[in-house]
Each structure stands twice: as C-alpha cells, then as structure tokens.
C-alpha cells in the first residue's frame, strides 16, 4: 500500500497514538506509543533575548501532546485543557510522575518509555511556562508602559497606595534613599542621579568612575560593560555620609586575554564615596579583582552587582556570570561569588578561603550564577540571595561560608533550550553532590527574580522583617515569610505591574521600588493607602 491512502491511515495512526495523558485525564490510552521526537532545529523564540539557545520542548509538545491538548494547550475534542486545574497537582514533581508513570485507572498510559527523563522534566516545565501566561514584551519591558493603579491594592495585612514620584530613566538598577527624602539611582550607561523627593528635578552625580555608554541590542536586551550598577548607603551614613558604588571597570590592554585580543576587559569593581553637592569626592577602593581575572567582552547583564551590610562591620557583594561559566567553580576567580570584605575594604581574617593557596581571600560563598538580590535579615541573622536560574530554577538561598551553591553543576531548572544543564560534563568539573548546598526557595517556572530587602519601617507594621521580592519577567511583587527550613508564608503583593528592578525600604518606611521599562522607567513609592 502507497501514495495517499497510505499517508491517511498514517495520520489517523499519529491522531489515535499521539495523545499525552501526561498528567491530566481524558485521552484513552493508545494501542502503541509514537517514538522518542530527535532534537529539531527550530526557530527562535523572538519573544526571547538574542543569546539563549532556542526551545526545543515546544517542538516535543507539537509532536507529542498538541493532537490531544491542542497546540495552545486549550484541550481538544481528544483530551482536556492543560491550562486549568489539574487533578494529579501541577508541581514539578507531580507533573513528571504523572507524565512518566501514568495513571492506568484514568486510562493514562506511562510515558516513560517514549520520552526520556530528560525531556520530560523540560516538557513540564515548558507546560507550567504555559500555565504562568507568556507576557511576552511586557515580561521584557519592551510592550505598553506600565499603567499605574488608581485604586487602593488590597492585600492580606495593609491597602496599599502607588505613586509614581519620577519617570524617565534610562536602564536603571539600583536606587538608594536618602535620609533627607531624596533618591540616589544609578542608570547603567549614564552613571548615578540624584533625584528629588518629590520627583522635580533629577542631577547627574559629577566626579564618579568613568562610566561607558555604548552598548548592543541583542534581542531585547542591551548588552555591554563598563556600566553602573548598585549604589547603597553605609548603614551609618547620617554620621558618615558613606555611599557605596558598584561599576564595571573597563580596561584595554591591562591583561594578557586584552592584549591578545584586542579588545577590551571588564570586571565588577566596589567603591565608595561621599558627595559635595552633586559632586563625587573622598573615593576610596572597597574590593577590585586582580586584572588577570578580567574577562573580555563580558556582559554585565547577568554580573549581579549587589550590594548589602551585616550588623558586624562586613560589606557583601555578588558577583555573577552567566555567559562563561568555567571561573565559577574556580577560586582564583570572582565570577560566581559572594564577596566579603570590612567596610572600609580590609580582607577579614576569618573569610573561608583566606589561607587557600591560590584563592582570592575575599570569597565568602561559590557557585553562583546571576545573584540579583542580597539583604541580610536582622531578626535571625541570616545572610539571603536571590539568584536567576537558566530557565526554572530561579533560587532563594540562605548564604553561609565556604559553602557552594552548585553552579554550573547543577539546577532546578532546564538550560534555555529545554535540556539539563551540561556545562558540568562540558567543563570537565568533577564534584559530589553532597557537598553542594540546595536553594531554600525554588521557583519554577522562572518569575526573573530580581532584588529583594527585609522589611523594616513604620508604615507597615504586619511586615516587620518580611521579605520582599521583586520580579522582572513575572512582573510582580512578592511579600514572603522565610527561615533556614523555607517558605512560611508567601503573598503576591502587586500584580504583573511590570519589571520590579530594584526594591527598598524608605527612610519614612516606605517601599520604593525601581519600575524598568524602555519607554522610560519610574521610581514608584508604596504607602499604606490613605497616607
């Protein structure tokens, strides 16, 4: 038999056989399975940014799953909406057991047979993306400028009220308030402003660390180095006037990498200075790394760059990489660290690696990838992170010395193309898992976790030593109860409002949060309504 009526009875064999009863109920179970789909070169995602791998799962589902669910995953007259309840739990966990060991009593046939562990696990996460909604350019920043509420936010402790103080930066990624009402923030490829309490003017801050503007558009992202990134007050600035400033120190020709290249190296380094008017002054070195350790063309869009304090004298800075992940695992490198250091840039005595040979002696934590957010937590004591993973595996973790924190060895989540991570076997790093130490909080799919800080303040006395987190992609603001065991308590504060940068706590106890968007992005401050 051939031509067309072989290819008919093809087809309905692929309709009769294709139907993922993965962790949902309604497909028949098939007579026989359709073979494990080979990798396919597919198109990229334009809603993703330049530089990622594209997605392969969603090809997996085509060719697995959408005869059934439909290829929105809506359902079909064949098998049920993926994007409802699901009876078996929409977890990561019960999604996989569900795909692979099927549920025999529903008509569910066992999966684990015709696609493999490995993709599995992507394709839930691929489904659970799905089940989040794709907010596509306003995930990015890129789409409709963020629109305001008018209307109070009822939330489960306090109303709160949003007003936008200032609009009009550019890349933004750190804010500081100042005691006195006013805000220093600082714009990657322009420096640190000093803008008004009430919003009416905004300064260029003279006399800082040279600061480049130039940049490449990579999907929808700016990508480039020698950029600003955090600035944070000395936790005794009303007595010290003490500013902090983390930058991209660009350099040409200062390393055997830039000299045979060509081109230029960069790597994150920490300051601080007081100000004289809108005038940069008294600057002094906290932390920079030895010059040999500078990368080229390195993207400071995953360098972390955050800053915070401890109640002991100690300053704590992240250091990311998220491009070339062979110096993370590497103690002669910064790339994937937390750094310690006195406040005024000695090394202290007592950080882990101090007497390692080879090490730098300010590491205090490895293995990290993109840590966007650090805050210590007076009530307990304990130093928190947030961290981005690939794709899932965006990560809360308790920080603690000489620990490492497993990357590139291992996540949670997927790489962006939908497989593990293989930058383990890619690398040749050998390690055991137990001497890894696993994130607290776990969010997959990934919300694009971004700063975070413990509430301390007046206005809202429900949230006292709260965390508060914001997200980019998920566009939300999160307000969260957590201790060494994880998550005690977890409310969604705003809702898909747009891309939270950078979160704070005013000197009145109000949040003030940092709004991305290229339109033009915003300070917004955050009171009980009615104040």
Known sequence: MDGPMKRSLLALSIIAFA????????????????????????????????????????????????????????????????????????????????????????????????????????????????????????????????????????????????????????????????????????????????????GSDAVLVEGTPKIWNDSVLRGTAYTGSGWAHEVALHPDYRNNGWIYFVYGDRCADCNEASRASGKTAAMLRLVRGRLDGARWVDEETIWEAPKATYPIDGAENGASARITFDDHGYVYLTVGQFTDYAGVQDLSRPDGKTIRMHDDGRTPADNPFVDTPGALPSIWTLGHRNAQGIDFDRRTGLLWSSEHGPRGGDELNWIRPGHN???????????????????????????????????????????????????????????????????????????????????????????????????????????????????????????????
């Open 19 to 198: 139907c993922l009863a993965a962790a949902l109920s309604g497909c028949q179970n098939p007579a026989s399975r359709l073979g494990t789909a080979g990798p396919e070169e597919t198109e990229g995602d334009p809603a993703r940014d330049a530089w990622v791998l594209p997605d392969e799962m969603g090809a997996i589902y085509a060719a697995q799953c959408a005869v059934c669910h439909g290829p929105d995953q809506r359902g079909s007259s064949l098998g049920p909406s993926l994007l409802g309840d699901l009876t078996r739990g929409d977890s990561v966990e019960a999604l996989v057991k569900s795909i692979t060991k099927g549920a025999p009593d529903a008509g569910m046939p066992a999966w684990r047979d015709v696609i493999s562990d490995d993709d599995v696990r992507g394709l839930v996460i691929y489904l659970l993306e799905k089940r989040a909604g794709d907010r596509g350019a306003d995930g990015q920043g890129v789409g409709e400028p963020p629109q305001i509420p008018t209307k109070a936010i009822e939330t489960r402790h306090h109303a709160l009220s949003i007003e936008t103080v200032y609009a009009g930066l550019s890349e933004p990624y750190g804010i500081a308030p100042l005691p006195d009402g006013r805000f220093l923030v600082t714009e990657k490829m322009r420096g640190i402003s000093i803008v008004e309490a009430d």
């Open 405 to 531: 924190y497993g990357w590139p060895m291992v996540s949670l989540g997927v790489d962006y193309d939908g497989r593990p991570v293989p930058y383990a076997k890619k690398l040749g790093i050998e390690y055991d898992p137990a001497d890894l130490t696993p994130t607290v909080i776990d969010w997959t799919p990934s919300p694009g976790v971004s700063s975070i800080v413990f509430y301390r303040g007046v206005l809202f006395p429900e949230w006292q030593d709260h965390l508060i987190v914001g997200t980019l992609s998920r566009g939300d603001l999160w307000r969260y109860v957590v201790d060494e065991h994880g998550e005690q308590e977890r409310e969604v504060l705003i809702d898909g409002l747009g891309r939270f940068r950078d979160v704070e706590v005013g000197p009145n106890g109000e949040l003030i949060a940092l709004l991305e968007h290229r339109s033009g992005s915003m300070i917004l401050r955050i009171k009980p309504a009615g104040r």
